[in-house]
């Protein structure tokens, strides 16, 4: 985990990491969302719909972000305020995401970072863009 | 679940249900998504920074959006295209949400709608409010 304080994060710091999805991530999201959508559960019925398999839920790519913050960039001491996400291309199970992050913006006087947020897979396919705002919990 | 048509569903339909935040949904977001970020995982800690408990995940609560849209607005025949949060309030384990949902936007030629959500806890604050939008997959 990081720790940056506010006064040491500057624009243009970065951070990535790498995550795979797995089955397992998918059952949990389901029973915790109660989103039982066969798009998300059924190979079958996805691919009768063109899409390769069951399509991963975007919301739970979409958690990533809050690890991106949470854990890396600036770590610690910031709380989500804001996460835009834009969904461009599906995610299968077994599909190896690059999660990055770039702070754009710091303002002083509210402590808040705005950061651009992006997910690549395997194939270098963006698979969402992100506008994330946090702000900080302690110096 | 539900089964609007795209020509069926018109501006002003709305959806509402209700959840209820657990430990065990904490555990497996938490799983998911490896953010170990002591302000949701450590009570002390968050409470030592002017909250009542620990925090719930904003991304958790979020995941009731792919819900609200995969299950209730317009239930099965869509998939999230894009869905802005905006977190207002902290949310805690034990807090019953209720999620809204109401279309405010019909798009015939890209077969979207826009959907405004919100959620309310138990004390009638609402703790995030959404700009969602949904494609269609079938008719």
Redesign the interface.
Known sequence: ?NYYNFNEIEIGENATFE?KITEN?MK??A??????????MNSKYAKE?GYADK?V????A??????LV??YLP??K??????????RNPVYVGDKLTVFGEVVDKRSATRRLKIKGKMVDQEGKTVNTADITVGF??D
Chains 1, 2 share one sequence.
């Open positions: 985990m995550i991530q949990m999201f029973e915790i969302s109660g989103d039982l959508n066969p798009m998300h719909r399509v839920y975007g919301m739970l979409s958690s990533f972000y809050s690890t949470g854990m770590g610690e910031c709380l989500l305020h804001k996460c835009d996400v834009d969904y919990t302690g």
